[in-house]
């Protein structure tokens, strides 16, 4: 597994984004793992990160204001965009797994029809859908700022990956 982080710092037009970094967690699946969808929920799961739902990436921008949101990659690939509309495009494929931050956003540009993904927030918590509109950036930044640091990583547990990177993030 390698990790690789996407600063997205700043607004784009109604994206607030995140002095947070996003954190993309490659090759995370077992090779030969026979059922990957189930494997992430397991995972997951077992570092207080329940799965929730197993669908695609919208294909318009959108972000959370209430809750930091996982993915894990379990069919297909695709090529994603964070950040808004100007941000950087990442390609996702099976066996990786993005961590994005509380109000970065993120939608799906091109799919290969059988993408599919996991998707997971911290425990307890359920994410809510905003859309790119710069009329409302004003309103959801004190909710994304409220949003607490997750206690464990989703991926290694209690150490490494966001317990370093984002709690921290001098000793990265």
């Not at 669908?55 to 690939?77: M, P």
């Not at 494929?93 to 993408?115: N, R, T």
């Amino acid at each position: 597994m390698t990790i690789e982080t996407l600063e997205l710092n700043g607004a784009v037009g109604g994206v607030p984004n995140s002095p947070l970094p996003l954190v993309i967690y490659r090759g995370v699946i077992p090779a030969q793992t026979p059922d990957p969808a189930a494997w992430l929920e397991r995972h997951f799961a077992a570092n207080d990160w329940p799965a929730q739902w197993r669908y695609i990436i919208y294909n318009f921008t959108h972000f959370h204001s209430n809750c930091h949101e996982l993915l894990g990659v379990y069919a297909g690939e695709s090529r994603v965009q964070f950040g808004g509309e100007t941000g950087p495009e990442v390609t996702l494929s099976l066996g990786d797994v993005v961590l994005i931050p509380a109000g970065v956003g993120h939608k799906a540009l091109q799919s290969s029809e059988d993408f599919m993904v996991v998707g997971a927030y911290p425990n307890g918590m359920n994410a809510d859908l905003c859309r790119d509109d710069p009329a409302r950036l004003a309103s959801v930044r004190p909710h994304i700022e409220r949003v607490p640091l997750p206690a464990t990583d989703p991926v290694s547990g209690e150490r490494g990956g966001i317990t370093t990177l984002w709690h921290n993030p001098e000793q990265a």
